[in-house]
Structures are given as structure tokens and as C-alpha cells.
T-cell receptor
């Protein structure tokens, strides 16, 4: 069964540094998402991406964040200047279509970001 | 925006008993309600979902009920087994217009005692 993949699995960075988290969504999916989960807390929506542009973003997704689909397969989340509070597990998810009755959001395994 | 409340935060049951987890949502535009199971350190995995045109859906030991009028939906697990132990999250989204991203509840840690 196809899966969403994410790299790296764990990223440690110093406060103020830029990080890029990478995701490869399932190949025939059209909607792409980034969520984050601070340790022990619920999953929170960051941004969704469809047709090569951001379709929705949450209040968490401020100017420090950006997303890109640089080629036909990768979907990246960039944090320009990391803060301690950015430490979390970041999940990528993809969805084939909202209008397919069997469709669901498939989550990747996550990237654990630790900001020191 | 959407707000999803989930209760209880922890639930401990004996193996073979039933478990019920409840969620409420605030946005009447929401019409898609999935439930995810998350084991420690793993990704959330969909276990069942329901769309607003039905009131109940069942898949073996798992069932979900939806009350659109009350903006309330519940997960029912029967004949619980130790491998059901995990954190369960409910979520809500609108498939049509507006917010198509999932808004998650705060999670329920289910512990099934053998």
C-alpha cells in the first residue's frame, strides 16, 4: 500500500536556524497538509496546499513558515528562524480527493523537530 | 473557526468491556468526522470515519454515531483488547467549502487492562 514518507525522522537545530522538513505525498493525491503535535498534546493544523498554492492556513502558520512543492513529488515545510516553541512532531498528510467517498487523509510518520 | 471538544481525556477498561469516547463540534458546516488511533511515537491512523448524511457506521468492533442536531459524535469500541490501548483523536472538517483541514480533539488515552 502506498505511504506518505517524511525526512528526516528527527532534526535537532539551534534557535534562530532555518530548517526544511520534507515530505513525499502519495503519488495520485491532490491535497497536501502539514500538521504539528507538541509532545502530549493534540494534532494542530498548520497549512493545506492544493493546485500549487496554499488553500488554507492556521494562525500558527505565520511569516516564519513557508511551504513549497518544488517538483512533482516533494512537499516541503520551511521554518526560517526556529524558536524553542517550534519543537514538536510535524506530520505531513495527503488526500486524493474530498469527493471520493473512500478518501481519507493519510499521515506520514512525522519529523520530530527539537530546537535547542 | 471550528472547535472540537473530546471526553474523557483518559479511559481505563477491562479487557472485553466496551469503551465510549465522545466529541462535540461547533461549526455546523462540518460534515466529515474521522477517528484516528495513535500509538506511542507513531503516526495517527484512521480507524473509522462518518459523513453527515448518515447517523451511524460500524466496522467490526468499532462504531461511530453522529447527532448533527446536537453537534455530537461518539466512538464505540466493543470487546476491547489490550492492543486497542492507544490515544484516540476525533476530528472534524468540511468537505465542501471553508475549512477542509482537520480540527482535532484533545485526545483520549485508552488503557485496556488484561
Amino acid at each position: 500500500e502506498p505511504e506518505v514518507t517524511q525526512t528526516p525522522s528527527h532534526q535537532v537545530t539551534q534557535m534562530g536556524q532555518e530548517v526544511i522538513l520534507r515530505c513525499v505525498p502519495i503519488s495520485n493525491h491532490l491535497y497536501f497538509y502539514w500538521y504539528r503535535q507538541i509532545l502530549g498534546q493534540k494534532v494542530e493544523f498548520l497549512v493545506s496546499f492544493y493546485n500549487n498554492e496554499i488553500s488554507e492556513k492556521s494562525e500558527i502558520f505565520d511569516d516564519q513558515f513557508s511551504v513549497e512543492r518544488p517538483d512533482g513529488s516533494n512537499f516541503t515545510l520551511k521554518i526560517r528562524s526556529t524558536k524553542l516553541e517550534d519543537s514538536a512532531m510535524y506530520f505531513c498528510a495527503s488526500l486524493r480527493s474530498w469527493f471520493d467517498r473512500g478518501s481519507e487523509q493519510y499521515f506520514g510518520p512525522g519529523t520530530r523537530l527539537t530546537v535547542t | 473557526g471550528e472547535n472540537v471538544e473530546q471526553h474523557p481525556s483518559t479511559l481505563s477498561v477491562q479487557e472485553g468491556d466496551s469503551a465510549v469516547i465522545k466529541c462535540t463540534y461547533s461549526d455546523s458546516a462540518s460534515n466529515y468526522f474521522p477517528w484516528y488511533k495513535q500509538e506511542l511515537g507513531k503516526r495517527p491512523q484512521l480507524i473509522i470515519d462518518i459523513r453527515s448524511n448518515v447517523g451511524e457506521k460500524k466496522d467490526q468492533r468499532i462504531a461511530v454515531t453522529l447527532n448533527k442536531t446536537a453537534k455530537h459524535f461518539s466512538l464505540h469500541i466493543t470487546e476491547t483488547q489490550p492492543e486497542d490501548s492507544a490515544v484516540y483523536f476525533c476530528a472534524a472538517a468540511s468537505m465542501d467549502t471553508g475549512r477542509r483541514a482537520l480540527t482535532f480533539g484533545s485526545g483520549t488515552r485508552l488503557q485496556v487492562q488484561p
